[in-house]
């Protein structure tokens, strides 16, 4: 989207998409490149993509600098450069 809207690149990125979060990273790998900071939710009943997620981004230098977890389950994870 930011190559064919001819967007300026983000720095940081929120993604909530109830399930599908390593799908979205997957497909913004170039983006992913040039951002800094992400701020991702999963859900517990989603925990392989909490570990495909967590893949990804480690292998492309991300360290997970934060990480709350509430009542029903849901990790909130802030991963920085």
Known sequence: MVKLENMKKPRYLKVD?????????MGAVNTLRDVT?????????????????????????FNLTSETLDTEGTSNQIWDR
């Open 17 to 25: 998409v109830d399930g599908l979060e390593l799908d979205v990273l």
């Open 37 to 61: 900071s992400k701020l991702i939710e999963i859900d517990r009943d989603f925990l392989k993509q909490k570990e495909g997620v967590e893949s990804l981004l480690k292998s492309n230098n």
